[in-house]
């Protein structure tokens, strides 16, 4: 069986048009206030989405799936990262755009079946023996680096830790000692290192340690040094797959990228009987998460039924697609279907639609945005930019914030006034006026 030492956490992603959303804006019982969490309108889309999500912690939707559909602009997405933000760190959450499953160096089925993993959890209680305590003395030993002769290395440490009842005293060697200086531990921290992996976490200051509490402070521990701790983690199936993959390798295949190769069966089989095994024995459990497929029109048929399939498994994430298409082709079929889904996989889905919003919420949201980008405008310029916003988009007018920021600034000013939005306006051109330039220079543009 193989075992695992340390579990590198894979990357999230962090959708920076979104960036000033932080959850649903829901109060206790579930009513959408008319605004909250960086949300504004889109009421019952966004209770429906509450009811999503409480369904998602009591453990009733796995399995399942949600469908967002609307317009183009509505919010289809950002009441997901709202969902994603609602549900908090506990949950894994993995967001993918269907274009993602285009790949050249990668087969579909591969990509589906690893953001599925992705998508669930598994949270792993250890007990490891730990040297805990507040750092009392610490003594580096450096040497001239093996790998550049010109720089210096911390080689060894020397680190005493006391806590309410105990002192020790250690000596430990370079994986120590490096950690110690990246993670700027002093004198007075509250530490505790791994006996076995040598993994330092820093904890925090000691109360009483420092003259002025900046950051966190916290108790000095009791009993002895070394001692037991329990240990939560939580990593996804993918993460313990990568992991799995990487022990069973030669030191030059780690040379070569690791997201972008296939991970075989086999491997699967052992991650999988290894977290059987942690469940038997009550040292862990499982998390199914969500998996959030947007602008879901792009997937194609044989993606649905593998998604389909995938749903009825037994370890299943809850599945939440976003459209903004109505009656279309299937892609990959010449059928016409609602959504361009699949009639047996819509049929799984709860639909939740968002509705084009009134000028009174777009000019609320794009005030939202202008806060969020720290962007100043007078309220005539936001009443232009709103009526940008209702008359043409309102993604456009979102994102001429930025543009007239420029201008304004080009112009010795700070805050944004309704000519720089003008100036913008003329330059850089909507759909529909881009559309109508097309039309106008039809025969001198490339066909
Ligand atoms: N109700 C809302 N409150 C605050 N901001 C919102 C709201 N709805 C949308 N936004 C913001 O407006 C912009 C456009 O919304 P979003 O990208 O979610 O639209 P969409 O429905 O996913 O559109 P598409 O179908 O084109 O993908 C984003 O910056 C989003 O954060
Ligand atoms: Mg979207």
Known sequence: MVE????????????????HITGLGLDEKGKALPKGDGLVGQLEAREASGIVVQLIRQGKMAGKGVLFVGPSGTGKTALAVAIAKELGEGTPFNMLNASEIYSTELKKTEILTQAIRKSIGVRIREKRTVYEGEVKELRLKVAKSRLNPYSEVPREVEITLVTKDDQTKLTAGETVAEQIVRLGIRKGDVIWIDAETGNVVKEGKAKGSVQYDIGKTIDIPSGAVKKEKELVTTVSLHDLDLNVAAQ???????????????ITQDVRKQVDTLVKDLINKGMGELLPGVLFIDDAHMLDIETYSFLTKALEADLAPILILATNRGITKIRGTDIESPHGIPLDLLDRLLIIPTKPYTPEEIKEIIKIRSDELEIEIEPTALEELTKIGSEESLRYAVQLLEPARIIAQRNSRNIVKVEDIKEVYSLFADVKRSVKYAKEYENLLLK
């Open 4 to 19: 695992i030492k340390e579990i590198r956490k894979v990357e999230t992603e962090k959708a920076s048009i979104h960036s």
């Open 248 to 262: 069973s390798v030669s030191i030059t295949a780690i040379f070569s990228l690791w997201t972008e190769r296939e």
